[in-house]
DNA sequence: AGCGTTTGGTTAATCGATTAATCAATTCCG
DNA sequence: CGGAATTGATTAATCGATTAACCAAACGCT
């Protein structure tokens, strides 16, 4: 997997000191039996020479590639980078790279990007599988990263859990009658952490679920949520189920003239990157992505170094070990991140300040 | 590269076939002189076993790895999806795979990301430089994405002109006092935007810059930009580097009750995923990312193939041929989007509807 | 017919690291 | 002291694809 045009590769180790070849491997793996001083001074040749091991030679014969491939559903989705940049530093901790593949975000599946990654010979998949979508057995082990109630998951936040401390928190500050709001009613993640949220609220509470995406699809992107109307009926809060929404909602109410959190409280979910620095900054849950990422990359890895011996000559037989890995611990707590958007609900009777719509 | 544990090789069709593994070889390139049905058949016969080529084989005997490496200078840019998929789609197109690889956001520099990658034997690299920083030669074939006023840039978009063209806008719409907003005063993109800004507003508008990351250094990260107190002074449009920027003006500016764009009109810079869907929905500047990974990956391909002579045995000697790619096309065009955050300017004397601060 | 050329294909070397199988030299121990 | 066990290192095969070198047969041309 190398152009290592010039570099120096073990035989000139080995040559420089005169051993073969065989001793310097071991040397510097640690794994054959090599004397103490003899593995010193190859390993002070080895960094005199500037030696960078062949990922090529190692893979061929070794079948193992030190890659592992990402593969992303919409890379639109703005947690990308959290997670792009958990998966490549857990793997880079274990001495594996990280090959991206997304589906490109239309008709393509997720599957042909699979296909990619296997193609390239990744050892394991890390997939964020797109909103409900299972995946067939694939030539690798597989670690998923979804939702703890999606089967044959692997590790993720505790969405669940989640959604119950925002809906607590606006529990505590007196809110009686509150709007969830969803984006796609196909995502296990999105009913999860409205769930959750739902399982949270006494009977004492009121609330409605709406899911955007739905209505978008009719109204064009344009569309109005008519959040002024629902506050109107006395809504004194919003629960999103992400920071994006939360943001449409923040601001769309902010140019009706309401006052969050002052009128309406506004809750994301995933604190993004721009949920710190809006005004009023963003209350949400915040994911611990090293984590998970950490535990999805061992997880998987155990299963890849575990497998070894399956690598059979003999014709593909069925085998009693899953693809889809699991992980010791599957769901990881997510954190209530409280910031200005929340506040005490609004008195009773709502208040609208000025109905004009922009 | 692979873990083709049962997978079918050259040896096996060519058995299968009683021919050569070469012929195989030959026929599944298009390279060596194979007769038509021949081809035809080892085509078939490749199909029908469901062969892929192992990467490691051909990785191993070529010495490349059909693999870039993508250094990202800090990954919490969301202008880091986009980037992303286009290098993924762009390279893909190309046969390649990408390798991602970020700074980690903190001491660690850029420097030991493109170690990482180099050791894995990319065969060339994309690299978003950190602020004004020079990357020094590696061994492998660099492709900068930068500004076109950087020195040893590859290709980008014209932020330069960018800014021109915001300006331009907010010029036609009567603007005669604007705040340019700029965030790291270090970053070249950033200086690009707002000098060509600058150079488009007549010497008739009055405008001021300021720079956003000295203050927060200072003020701690919730910092207020005190823009009431800056509207006061007549400004009727705030014209930021970032749609990040561009949102925490628009939210500050909106709960302070200014409205946007009746009283002051905001723009943005490369139209983020959340610009659209906010209320107002921002006027901004997109960038044609596609464009620009399709011409980075194929200038940076033209290198790679173009150095395979290089592969010298004799002792590194200097070589003419520079690291760092250069493309026919360095800078492409970028696209003003008009939305909803852009009016015509205030009445000349400014009001302010109720000076509250949050 | 005779000699050069093209066509179609094979042989074998090669890339670099790993590792099972050996082998030589010590060391151990009754 | 002599056979067994241990230590330290070497040999050579192997992973899979590529490609330079080579060869045989068919063809073309005078």
Redesign the pocket.
């Given at each position: 997997m190398?152009a290592?045009?010039t570099?120096?590769?073990?035989?000139?180790?080995?040559s420089a000191l005169?051993?073969?070849?065989?001793?310097?491997?071991?040397?510097?793996?640690g794994?054959?039996?090599?004397?103490?001083?003899?593995?010193q001074k190859i390993r002070q040749k080895a960094d005199e020479l500037g030696?960078?091991?062949?990922?090529?030679?190692?893979?061929?014969?070794?079948?193992r590639s030190g890659v592992l491939g990402l593969v992303l559903p919409d890379i639109a989705n703005p947690l990308f980078p959290q997670i792009a940049q958990a998966m490549e530093m857990a793997a880079s901790n274990n001495g594996y790279g990280v090959l991206i593949a997304d589906s490109r975000g239309e008709v393509t599946t997720q599957t042909d990007a699979i296909g990619r990654l296997i193609e390239r010979g990744v050892d394991g998949l890390i997939v964020i599988p797109r909103r409900g979508t299972r995946i067939g057995a694939v030539g690798c082990p597989v670690a998923m990263v979804d939702t703890p109630s999606t089967p044959g998951n692997t590790v993720s936040a505790d969405h669940w859990n989640g959604g119950e401390q925002i809906a607590r928190h606006l529990s505590d500050l007196g809110h009686k009658k509150i709007l969830l709001l969803g984006n796609d009613p196909a995502s296990n993640v999105q009913n999860d952490r409205i769930g959750g949220m739902k399982a949270a609220l006494g009977h004492d509470i009121c609330h409605q679920t709406i899911w955007l995406e739905p209505i978008l699809r009719n109204g064009g992107t344009t569309a109005s949520l008519k959040l002024p109307h629902l506050v109107e009926t006395g809504v004194t809060a919003v629960a999103t189920v992400s920071d994006l929404l939360a943001l449409r909602v923040l601001t769309e109410l902010q140019t009706a003239g309401f006052r969050v959190p002052g009128h309406v409280s506004v809750t994301g979910f995933d604190d993004l990157i721009f949920s710190p620095v809006v005004t009023p900054a963003l209350t949400t849950v915040h994911m611990d992505m090293a984590q998970i990422a950490e535990i999805a990359v061992v997880a998987l890895l155990a299963e890849i170094t575990g497998n070894r011996a399956i690598k059979t000559?003999t014709p593909p037989q069925k085998r009693t070990v899953p693809d889809t890995v699991m992980a010791d611990t599957s769901r990881v707590p997510m954190e209530l991140i409280i910031r200005s958007s929340t506040g005490p609900a609004f008195p009773y009777q709502t208040h609208v300040p000025n109905g004009e719509t922009l």
């Amino acid at each position: 997997m190398a152009a290592q045009r010039t570099g120096p590769n073990l035989t000139k180790i080995a040559s420089a000191l005169g051993v073969s070849t065989a001793t310097v491997s071991n040397a510097l793996s640690g794994k054959g039996r090599v004397s103490a001083d003899l593995v010193q001074k190859i390993r002070q040749k080895a960094d005199e020479l500037g030696y960078v091991p062949s990922n090529a030679g190692r893979a061929l014969r070794t079948g193992r590639s030190g890659v592992l491939g990402l593969v992303l559903p919409d890379i639109a989705n703005p947690l990308f980078p959290q997670i792009a940049q958990a998966m490549e530093m857990a793997a880079s901790n274990n001495g594996y790279g990280v090959l991206i593949a997304d589906s490109r975000g239309e008709v393509t599946t997720q599957t042909d990007a699979i296909g990619r990654l296997i193609e390239r010979g990744v050892d394991g998949l890390i997939v964020i599988p797109r909103r409900g979508t299972r995946i067939g057995a694939v030539g690798c082990p597989v670690a998923m990263v979804d939702t703890p109630s999606t089967p044959g998951n692997t590790v993720s936040a505790d969405h669940w859990n989640g959604g119950e401390q925002i809906a607590r928190h606006l529990s505590d500050l007196g809110h009686k009658k509150i709007l969830l709001l969803g984006n796609d009613p196909a995502s296990n993640v999105q009913n999860d952490r409205i769930g959750g949220m739902k399982a949270a609220l006494g009977h004492d509470i009121c609330h409605q679920t709406i899911w955007l995406e739905p209505i978008l699809r009719n109204g064009g992107t344009t569309a109005s949520l008519k959040l002024p109307h629902l506050v109107e009926t006395g809504v004194t809060a919003v629960a999103t189920v992400s920071d994006l929404l939360a943001l449409r909602v923040l601001t769309e109410l902010q140019t009706a003239g309401f006052r969050v959190p002052g009128h309406v409280s506004v809750t994301g979910f995933d604190d993004l990157i721009f949920s710190p620095v809006v005004t009023p900054a963003l209350t949400t849950v915040h994911m611990d992505m090293a984590q998970i990422a950490e535990i999805a990359v061992v997880a998987l890895l155990a299963e890849i170094t575990g497998n070894r011996a399956i690598k059979t000559t003999t014709p593909p037989q069925k085998r009693t070990v899953p693809d889809t890995v699991m992980a010791d611990t599957s769901r990881v707590p997510m954190e209530l991140i409280i910031r200005s958007s929340t506040g005490p609900a609004f008195p009773y009777q709502t208040h609208v300040p000025n109905g004009e719509t922009l």
